[in-house]
C-alpha cells in the first residue's frame, strides 16, 4: 500500500519519536534510500540474501560498497 507524502513523513516522525522513547532497537524494512537514511542509526544493505554493506548512514553515502548502491 502506497502513502501519500503527508501521511508517509507523519508515519516516519512518528516511529522515530517512539523509539526515542521508549529507548528500543526498531528493525524497519524498506526499498527507499531516503526512507533508510531519515530513520536509520545503521542501515544494512543486501542483495540476493546477502549482506553487501551494514553501516551508518553517512558512511554508506561516502563509501559505497558497490557501485550499484551510489545514490545520485
Excluded: W
Excluded at 502513502?3 to 516522525?13: A, G, N
Amino acid at each position: 500500500m502506497a502513502l501519500d507524502p503527508i501521511t508517509r513523513d507523519t508515519l516516519q516522525d512518528l516511529v522515530k519519536t517512539l523509539q526515542r522513547k521508549l529507548g528500543k532497537t526498531f528493525i524497519f524494512v524498506t526499498h527507499d534510500m531516503d526512507e533508510a537514511i531519515k530513520l536509520a542509526d545503521k542501515i544494512c544493505i543486501m542483495s540476493e540474501g546477502k549482506v553487501v554493506q551494514f553501516d551508518t548512514p553517512d558512511n554508506i553515502l561516502r563509501h559505497p560498497a558497490n557501485d550499484l548502491y551510489v545514490i545520485l
